[in-house]
């Protein structure tokens, strides 16, 4: 089983950066494909973006394309989700979450098997 805290929330300024992390528990991280999500007050789960096992492979939802990066440090166990020119639509709860999938296809949907607690994001006008 792998455990994921999410971290690095907070409340910014719209145009502001945040880098989110996600801290996995095992050493085995390294066999996940890691995606990021977001919830929203009222709306559903949205994927933002997935990464394969080395990290030579990212996928992105087209909401976030060109403001959001993702990386991963296996070395460290931690994935990462560096937001930039952030908007007041980008206001809400995020999620990292480890899917098994092999081979580590980024492309299609992710059905993680672990989910972190997620960290909130707030972003004032």
């Known amino acids: 089983q792998v455990q994921l805290v999410e971290s690095g929330g907070g409340l910014v300024q719209a145009g502001d950066s945040l880098r989110l992390s996600c801290a996995a528990s095992q050493r085995t991280f390294s066999a996940y494909v890691i995606g990021w999500f977001r919830q929203a007050p009222g709306k559903e789960r949205e994927f933002l973006a997935a990464i394969s096992w080395s990290g030579g492979l990212t996928h992105y939802a087209d909401s976030v394309k060109g403001r959001f990066t993702v990386s991963r440090d296996n070395a460290r166990n931690t994935a990462y989700l560096q937001m930039n020119r952030l908007e007041r639509e980008d206001t809400a709860v995020y999620y990292c979450?480890?899917?098994?999938?092999?081979?580590?296809?980024?492309?299609?949907?992710?059905?993680?098997?672990?989910w972190g607690q997620g960290t909130q994001v707030t972003v004032s006008s």
């Open positions: 979450a480890a899917d098994g999938r092999k081979p580590p296809d980024v492309q299609g949907p992710l059905a993680p098997s672990y």
